[in-house]
């Protein structure tokens, strides 16, 4: 599986997701930064946590109007897999890859602890490798992080199997507990908490391996 | 030119003598502009003039030290060509009066003393005081230290991975906001500030500079009174965002060998880093200010030279490489600006609009800026052992300690600073110190801060031992090698006699316990004047200590990890209850001597422990500190809900033995067998040790009578921060 991970001036997971893809693709993905208007040929594109460009406006809003979204949402278009975590979702929403926003968590402060996800689909490429209604741990850290949006699309988004993950708790407030949304190709994940944060036991837990193992069998 | 009134000079800070001694420097009457470099350069929070005289005597040489005080920040070497560079710093005055801002620019400069060394950031720390919980301010100014801290520490990506808190009453109109910030470097690419040769472009890069921040050295450097808070004008504004930018623009840099010198503009801005950097350099500078990037119109040279405006740096190039460096600032899209040379005058020359603001001997700034030997007056260390109803309940005791301001979980302030981004914490708030993995290697660097402020008032120079001596403490209970220390000197004023001489006999005993364990200083901040109204605050020397570990995996955490587990006291237990926190939070008193740290034994308690740590044998360690020995057993217990039956036959009493502060005491826990072994050992080697139970089930269990759920220990312990913060709790006074 090829990647690129995009590198916004204020991302910060950029190094961590990199060094995930390499663990568990052994390859190198791509280092994309913001003003490159060209993607390279690959499989999945990484959106990484962080604050893009210092996020003072809403977060993720002028990540949206960069050079390189443009060239992600082409590539999403074609059908090509995006994995936004945590900011990277904040830019997906602003984007419009993904339907929705993330507002200020609703204790109005940053939480950085680990949550129990119940992994609520398993027919993506992402979440293939999990069992259906399996407990995972994942790490979460951002201050806005709290989904919303209209009846109607949680609706559809529940029916059409497009809740991935979703918090055993409330963890920010969002609606019915969503934690990470697929968009209606099915290619584009968006999820708050960090799977690129726990594939290394030495930091505590494992369970984002299986979703990078998933789409390493279904890309390559 | 204005002419100086003696209102204007005190004005600036200075006293009637340093201004006499300034017209003997200048041979002139000093311009303002002059006057104001003079007045930041000689404050004390940047000439350290009462307290320098005192910090020759720290140890600060290892073999281990490849750079200590004197610099932006120490550095250590940790193998494999790779170095730890770190600081601890204060930002108290402005966290007071503007909790947020306060504390996110004391994040910020911490950061740039330690990347302008050519490190990247891996992990922060912190050392807060905060007034009593019932204080009306006190939950505004925790709210906002703490999400400044967050703020930008989350937005910069470094994880903010452990700290310390303590309430007290003498903070109520002074708390303490101490930042420590570690980094790693290749130890062929570190960064000095010394601007050796003439002829060299002077660059500046970063922000703009705006009228933010002017005299904040100053500000500093005086103590508070009602009116500290119209003040806030001359609190910096914190742009993580510039910072991220800067960081990653200044490290793209280092990586040419374009730079000669580097340094952050901090305290004193451009003032400072230029006179510190010609000093080191033995070299003069010339500014013209006309191409300074101005966030502001019509600033004048005076506001430029003092402006603290943030995200801000100063770099000497070598001839020639100016477009290559401003191709990576463009990039970065930040200011670049040529806007002076090195010479060879000594002589720092301040230019703008065609006129010479200020021409001045740089060593007037440095050598020969005032030191005084402030006197003091020694006071006998407090003594006696206080009295105590030994009718009171132990368990009691025990959930009301847990669920004390000082003593309760943390969560509530850790769970808002990004503790694993990086992906390379391997111990995250809660335990005895966090340990942060060297990226890419088996190696990781233990990291702590310590102090027991309510040791340092009884007894300034135990209080000093014992700060050092518990970081090494718990350097040593994750497994780690304690390498060296920054220290973070909080006091009150030092013109007072009685002050001084808690500052004297601090340093001293800091001293004394890094000489001992082998342990220097390599570097540090002092923080004076710490005071309201004349009210002092408890001596606070924060220590900051880094530790090696060779190999993470044999890591120990304080969390009881079996059933059947053996548990084991290493160290003896006297019963000390001065100045504990049982005596303050039970009997309602401060009172008795502070515990005394024998060194000695503190050194070999702790090396015979490290060895069990790393040789993979023990997994399970946590050292005995505030609340003594039953809350060490019950911060055991509730990580993981396994309780423990513990006692001791015989006991003549169980308060002081349960809640005793005695020093150098470690409680690990083992499978039979192997704890057997290590009682054996411990004995050969005449070390003090007992066997207090085992560990199972999920209550703890005294001498199999009483008992507690830890469920119940937990839902206190965990519980008193979150209420406060919200309200729901009626605040207890300590």
């Given at each position: 599986?090829?990647s690129?991970v995009?590198?916004?001036?204020?991302s910060n997971?950029?190094?961590?997701?990199?060094?995930?893809?390499?663990?568990?693709t052994g390859?190198?993905p791509h280092?994309?930064?913001?003003?490159?208007s060209e993607?390279?040929?690959?499989?999945?594109v990484v959106l990484?946590?962080?604050f893009s460009?210092?996020?003072?406006?809403r977060c993720?809003?002028?990540a949206s109007q960069?050079?390189v979204?443009?060239?992600?949402?082409?590539?999403?278009d074609?059908?090509?897999?995006?994995?936004?975590?945590?900011?990277g979702?904040?830019?997906?929403?602003?984007?419009?890859l993904?339907?929705g926003?993330l507002?200020?968590n609703?204790?109005?402060?940053?939480?950085c602890k680990p949550?129990?996800?119940?992994?609520?689909?398993t027919?993506s490429a992402?979440?293939?490798?999990y069992d259906q209604?399996?407990t995972?741990?994942?790490p979460?850290?951002h201050?806005e992080g709290?989904?919303?949006a209209?009846?109607?699309?949680?609706?559809?988004?529940?029916?059409?199997?497009r809740?991935?993950?979703?918090y055993?708790?409330?963890?920010?407030?969002?609606?019915?507990?969503i934690?990470?949304?697929l968009s209606?190709?099915?290619?584009?994940?968006?999820?708050?908490p960090?799977?690129e944060?726990v594939?290394?036991?030495?930091l505590?837990g494992?369970?984002?391996r299986?979703l990078f193992q998933?789409?390493i069998?279904t890309?390559s | 030119m204005?002419?100086?009134?003696?209102?204007i000079?005190?004005?600036?800070?200075?006293?009637?003598?340093?201004?006499?001694?300034?017209?003997?420097l200048?041979g002139?009457?000093?311009?303002?502009?002059e006057?104001g470099?003079?007045?930041?350069?000689?404050s004390?929070?940047?000439?350290?003039?009462?307290t320098r005289?005192?910090?020759?005597?720290?140890?600060?040489?290892?073999?281990w030290?490849?750079?200590?005080?004197?610099e932006?920040?120490?550095?250590?070497?940790?193998?494999d060509?790779?170095?730890?560079?770190?600081k601890?710093?204060s930002h108290?005055h402005?966290?007071?009066?503007e909790?947020?801002?306060?504390?996110a620019?004391?994040?910020?400069?911490?950061?740039?003393?330690?990347?302008?060394?050519?490190?990247?950031?891996?992990?922060m720390?912190?050392?807060?005081?905060?007034?009593?919980?019932?204080?009306p301010?006190?939950?505004?100014?925790?709210s906002g230290?703490v999400?400044?801290?967050?703020?930008?520490?989350?937005c910069?990506?470094v994880?903010t991975?452990?700290g310390?808190?303590?309430?007290?009453?003498?903070y109520?109109g002074?708390?303490?906001?101490?930042?420590?910030c570690?980094g790693?470097?290749r130890?062929?690419?570190?960064?000095?500030?010394?601007a050796?040769?003439?002829?060299?472009?002077?660059?500046?890069v970063g922000s703009?500079?705006g009228?933010?921040?002017?005299h904040?050295?100053t500000?500093?450097?005086?103590?508070f009174?009602?009116?500290?808070?119209e003040k806030?004008?001359t609190?910096?504004?914190?742009?993580?965002?510039?910072?991220?930018?800067?960081l990653?623009?200044?490290?793209e840099l280092?990586?040419?060998?374009?730079i000669?010198?580097i340094?952050?503009m901090?305290a004193?801005?451009?003032t400072?880093?230029?006179?510190e950097?010609?000093?080191?350099?033995?070299?003069g500078?010339?500014?013209?200010?006309?191409?300074?990037?101005?966030?502001?119109a019509?600033?004048t040279?005076y506001?430029?030279m003092?402006?603290?405006s943030?995200e801000?740096?100063l770099a000497v190039?070598k001839?020639g490489?100016e477009?290559?460096?401003?191709?990576?600032?463009?990039?970065w899209?930040l200011?670049?600006?040529?806007?002076?040379?090195?010479?060879d005058?000594?002589?720092?020359?301040?230019?703008?609009?065609?006129?010479v603001?200020?021409?001045?001997?740089i060593?007037?700034l440095?050598d020969?800026?005032?030191?005084?030997?402030?006197?003091?007056?020694?006071r006998?260390?407090?003594?006696?052992?206080?009295s105590?109803d030994?009718?009171?309940?132990?368990?009691?005791?025990?959930?009301?300690i847990?669920?004390a301001?000082?003593?309760?979980?943390r969560?509530?302030?850790?769970?808002?600073y990004?503790?694993t981004?990086?992906?390379?914490?391997?111990?995250?708030?809660?335990g005895?110190?966090?340990?942060v993995r060297?990226?890419?290697?088996r190696?990781?660097?233990?990291?702590?801060?310590d102090?027991?402020?309510?040791?340092?008032r009884?007894?300034?120079?135990e209080?000093g031992k014992?700060a050092?001596?518990?970081?090494?403490?718990?350097?040593?209970a994750?497994g780690?090698?304690?390498?060296?220390?920054?220290?973070?000197?909080n006091?009150?004023?030092?013109?007072?006699?009685e002050?001084?001489?808690?500052i004297?006999?601090?340093?001293?005993?800091?001293?004394a316990?890094c000489?001992?364990?082998d342990?220097?200083v390599?570097?540090?901040?002092?923080s004076?004047y710490?005071?309201?109204n004349?009210?002092?605050?408890?001596?606070t020397?924060?220590?900051?200590?880094v530790?090696?570990m060779?190999?993470v995996s044999?890591m120990a955490?304080i969390a009881?990890?079996?059933?059947?587990?053996?548990v084991?006291?290493i160290?003896?237990?006297r019963g000390h209850l001065?100045?504990?926190?049982y005596?303050r939070e039970?009997e309602?008193?401060?009172?008795g001597?502070?515990?005394?740290?024998d060194l000695?034994?503190?050194?070999?308690?702790?090396d015979?422990?490290?060895?069990?740590?790393e040789a993979?044998r023990?997994?399970t360690c946590?050292?005995v500190s505030?609340g003594?020995l039953?809350?060490?057993?019950a911060?055991m217990?509730?990580?993981?809900?396994?309780?423990?039956?513990?006692g001791?036959a015989?006991?003549?009493?169980?308060i002081p033995?349960w809640?005793g502060e005695d020093?150098?005491?470690y409680?690990?826990?083992a499978?039979?067998?192997?704890?057997e072994?290590?009682?054996?050992?411990a004995?050969?080697?005449f070390?003090?040790?007992?066997e207090?139970g085992k560990?199972g089930?999920?209550?703890?269990?005294?001498?199999?009578?009483?008992?507690?759920?830890?469920?119940?220990?937990?839902a206190g312990f965990?519980?008193?921060?979150p209420?406060?913060?919200?309200?729901e709790?009626?605040?207890v006074?300590?």
């Open positions: 599986m090829k690129a995009i590198v916004f001036p204020a997971c950029d190094r961590d997701a990199k060094v995930a893809l390499e663990q568990m390859q190198t280092m994309v930064w913001h003003q490159d993607l390279p040929d690959v499989d999945l990484p946590g962080g460009y210092g996020d003072y406006l993720g809003a002028m960069s050079k979204m443009r060239e992600v949402k082409a590539h999403a074609k059908g090509g897999a995006v994995l936004g975590i945590c900011n979702f904040q830019v997906l929403t602003e984007s419009h993904l339907p926003a507002m200020r609703a204790g109005l402060k940053f939480v949550v129990a996800l119940t992994v609520e689909e027919q992402f979440t293939r490798k209604g399996q995972v741990t994942f979460v850290a201050g709290n989904y919303f209209d009846d109607e699309t949680l609706n559809r988004l529940e029916g059409e199997g809740v991935l993950f979703r055993q708790g409330d963890v920010n407030g969002s609606a019915r507990n934690a990470g949304i209606d190709k099915r290619n584009v994940l968006g999820m708050m960090h799977p944060r594939v290394d036991d030495v505590g494992t369970d984002g299986a998933g789409l069998e890309l | 204005t002419q100086i009134t003696p209102q000079v005190k004005d600036h800070g200075l006293s009637n003598d340093e201004y006499r001694r300034i017209l003997d200048m002139r009457e000093p311009s303002m502009v006057l470099i003079f007045s930041v350069m000689w004390e929070h940047c000439s350290y003039k009462s005289a005192h910090l020759k005597k720290l140890p600060t040489k290892a073999p030290v490849i750079q200590g005080p004197g932006n920040a120490g550095v250590i070497d940790i193998g060509g790779d170095a730890a560079i770190f601890m710093e108290n402005p966290s007071f009066i909790p947020y801002q306060g504390a620019t004391g994040v910020g400069g911490i950061m740039r003393d330690v990347f302008t060394m050519g490190a990247r950031p891996i992990a720390m912190n050392a807060l005081r905060f007034g009593e919980p019932s204080h301010k006190t939950r505004h100014l925790v230290v999400s400044g801290i967050g703020g930008y520490g989350n910069m990506g994880p991975v452990g310390e808190v303590n309430f007290h009453r003498s109520n002074n708390i303490l906001v101490n930042a420590m570690v790693l470097a130890q062929d690419k570190i960064f000095l500030s010394a050796k040769g003439a002829g060299n472009p002077v660059v500046y703009k500079t009228r933010d921040g002017i904040g050295a500000m500093a450097s005086a103590e009174d009602d009116a500290s808070e806030r004008p609190v910096q504004v914190g742009d993580p965002f510039t910072e991220k930018l800067l990653e623009a200044c490290l280092m990586a040419t060998d374009a000669i010198a340094q952050d901090g004193a801005g451009l400072s880093s230029s006179a950097m010609g000093d080191k350099g033995g070299s500078i010339e500014l013209d200010l006309d191409k300074v990037p101005q966030r502001e019509n600033m040279a506001e430029m003092l402006s603290e943030q801000r740096m190039l001839p490489r477009a290559e460096a401003e191709a990576i600032f463009k990039k899209e200011d670049f600006a040529v806007i002076g040379i090195t010479t005058t000594q002589r720092l020359v301040v230019k703008h609009k065609g006129t603001e200020a021409d001045m001997p060593t007037a440095s020969a800026a005032p030191v005084y030997e402030r006197p003091y007056t020694e006998a260390p407090l003594a006696g052992k206080p105590f030994a009718g009171k309940p132990v368990l009691t005791s025990l959930k009301t847990l669920s301001p000082d003593m309760a979980s969560r509530w302030i850790w769970e808002q990004d503790h981004v990086m992906s390379d914490t391997v111990q995250v708030p809660g005895d110190a966090a340990v060297v990226h890419g290697t190696k990781a660097l233990a990291i702590t801060t102090v027991t402020p309510r040791y340092c009884p007894d300034p120079f209080g014992q050092v001596a518990e970081s090494w403490r718990n350097l040593t994750v780690a090698t304690p390498l060296a220390v920054t220290d973070n000197l006091y009150g004023n030092p013109q007072k006699p002050i001084m001489w808690e004297v006999a601090g340093i001293d005993g800091i001293g316990a000489r001992a364990l342990y220097p390599i570097g540090g901040n002092c004076l710490n005071e309201t004349g009210e002092g605050i408890l001596p020397p924060a220590i900051g200590g530790g090696l060779q190999d044999r955490t009881f990890k079996r059933d059947g587990d053996v084991i006291v160290g003896e237990t001065g100045q504990s926190i005596l039970i309602g008193r401060e009172e001597g502070a515990p005394k740290v000695g034994l503190e050194k070999k308690n702790g015979f422990v490290r060895k069990l740590i993979g023990v997994d946590h050292d505030d003594g039953l809350v060490a057993l911060e217990a509730m990580p993981r809900g396994i309780g423990a039956s513990v001791v015989g006991l003549p009493q169980a033995f809640f020093q150098g005491r409680v690990i826990a499978p039979f067998a192997e704890a072994k290590i009682v054996a050992e004995r050969a080697a070390i003090t040790v007992a207090l560990t089930g999920d209550r703890l269990t005294l001498d199999d009578k009483d008992s507690v759920s830890v469920a119940e220990l937990k965990e519980s008193w921060f209420n406060f913060m919200s309200g709790d009626i605040p006074t300590n």
